[in-house]
């Protein structure tokens, strides 16, 4: 079954503080992974899309890493902002006939002043 | 530029009404995706419509249908509203079918169901 599971379920940090979300994914065929930002009661917001490929991307304050042999990616928040509060979702595209994409549940990070 | 719009914003219903969605693309997107999130979770995919066709569908019942239009706007339908169904109603577009291009989201649209 494909299946992206993330951790920690939820965050709290200090502003200016980094912190690092995990996501491991269970997808065949992998094509790319992606993360989005979604602010409550609003549409996800991408961050990065990788290929399976791709070990990094970044966008800002933002660096997402993929290794593809161990189906893990994590997303790296440098120096946080309290505009950063919001859940992260981890995103696997699936290559085959049927659902496009498999999300996971989200990481609900809050940064506290 | 606009980006993915959706109507109405907030909706409420009670048992047994129907309720339509609507999801205007963003512009030069022909692919419409329709994904149902419950409240702390993930978006759950409901389908996709490309070329005014039902494309690929996920694990939802009958009940929930779908159309789109020539101008590549969309529309999601769902009959027998049951209270399972309070959710945000997200829509996401795309150029074409092909899976390395970004999806859009629009703001989606809050059901209650009462």
């Known amino acids: 079954k494909n299946q992206v599971e993330q951790s920690p379920q939820s965050l709290i940090i200090l502003e200016g503080k980094n912190c690092t979300l995990q996501c491991n994914y269970t997808v065949s065929p992998f094509s790319n992974l992606r993360w989005y930002k979604q602010d409550t009661g609003r549409g996800p917001v991408s961050l990065t899309i990788?290929?399976?490929?791709?070990n990094t991307k970044s966008n800002g304050r933002y660096t997402a890493t993929l290794d593809a042999d161990t189906k893990q990616s994590s997303l790296h928040i440098t120096a946080s902002q309290l505009s950063d509060s919001a859940s992260y979702i981890c995103?696997?595209?699936?290559?085959?006939?049927?659902?496009?994409?498999?999300f996971g549940p989200g990481t609900r990070l809050s940064v506290l002043p | 530029d606009a980006g993915v719009t959706q109507s109405p914003t907030h909706l409420i219903k009670t048992r047994g009404q129907q309720v339509t969605l609507r999801c205007s693309p963003k512009s030069g997107h022909d692919t419409v995706s329709w994904y149902q999130q419950a409240l702390g979770q993930g978006p759950q995919f409901i389908f996709q419509y490309y070329e005014e066709e039902e494309r690929q569908r996920g694990n939802f019942p009958d009940r929930f249908s779908g159309h789109q239009f020539p101008n590549y706007s969309s529309e999601l339908n769902v009959n027998a509203l049951l209270l399972g169904d309070s959710a945000l109603y997200l829509c996401a577009s795309a150029r074409g079918l092909l899976l390395d291009g970004e999806l859009f989201f629009g703001e989606g649209s809050r059901l209650t169901v009462l």
């Open positions: 995103v696997s595209d699936v290559d085959n006939y049927g659902q496009n994409f498999v």
């Open positions: 990788m290929t399976f490929s791709e």
